[in-house]
């Protein structure tokens, strides 16, 4: 591939997957300017192996690998230097409701309360739940977080279970 096929597939790939990226991006980090810096080095990460690309899954499955694996790097870099807020800040909820075309107030409050739950979620399980939102199959995810599907499965049930009481707890139900 030469470098004018290079970065027309390359900014092909982005347009397809940046808000999907950045929002995993986001979930992740919860604070936007260490976001930026995450999505910032996801597609250099992209643009750097883009060669190596073989085509065996999806290309957004690739990239999604790639996002996570930066995103967990990303993380234990900077964790020895800063506390992880594990609540949704401001930022990310101009960027929740940036995403809610929806003018029902109820869902948005309802939605608003699922991104504080899962802002308060593990790491890995933060990840899953992203990727389910964004409509990714339980493969898909296997494939990306490294686990089997089977399990990705388990983690989902355990997911739903701990974002319903969260949710409840925090609508007063």
């Given at each position: 591939?030469?470098?004018?096929?290079?970065?027309?597939?390359?900014?092909?790939?982005?347009?397809?997957?940046?808000?999907?990226?950045?929002?995993?991006?986001?979930?992740?980090?919860?604070?936007?300017?260490?976001?930026?810096?995450?999505?910032?080095?996801?597609?250099?990460?992209?643009?750097?192996?883009?060669?190596?690309?073989?085509?065996?899954?999806?290309?957004?499955?690739?990239?999604?690998?790639?996002?996570?694996?930066?995103?967990?790097?990303?993380?234990?870099?900077?964790?020895?230097?800063?506390?992880?807020?594990?609540?949704?800040?401001?930022?990310?909820?101009?960027?929740?409701?940036s995403d809610i075309k929806n003018n029902n107030i109820e869902q948005k409050e309802l939605l608003r309360i699922l991104y504080l739950c899962i802002g308060k979620l593990k790491r890995q399980d933060k990840i899953i739940i992203t990727l389910l939102l964004e409509g990714l199959s339980h493969k898909e995810i296997s494939d990306i977080v490294g686990i089997t599907i089977n399990y990705v499965g388990v983690k989902f049930k355990r997911i739903k279970e701990v974002l319903g009481i969260c949710i409840e707890e925090k609508d007063g139900r």
């Amino acid at each position: 591939m030469n470098k004018n096929e290079k970065e027309k597939y390359f900014q092909k790939i982005f347009n397809e997957n940046k808000d999907r990226i950045y929002r995993l991006c986001f979930s992740v980090i919860e604070n936007k300017n260490d976001a930026d810096d995450l999505f910032q080095e996801v597609m250099i990460n992209v643009w750097n192996n883009l060669e190596k690309f073989r085509g065996e899954s999806e290309v957004s499955t690739w990239i999604y690998r790639i996002s996570v694996n930066s995103a967990l790097l990303f993380n234990k870099r900077f964790s020895r230097k800063k506390e992880m807020n594990p609540v949704i800040d401001e930022e990310k909820m101009k960027v929740i409701k940036s995403d809610i075309k929806n003018n029902n107030i109820e869902q948005k409050e309802l939605l608003r309360i699922l991104y504080l739950c899962i802002g308060k979620l593990k790491r890995q399980d933060k990840i899953i739940i992203t990727l389910l939102l964004e409509g990714l199959s339980h493969k898909e995810i296997s494939d990306i977080v490294g686990i089997t599907i089977n399990y990705v499965g388990v983690k989902f049930k355990r997911i739903k279970e701990v974002l319903g009481i969260c949710i409840e707890e925090k609508d007063g139900r």
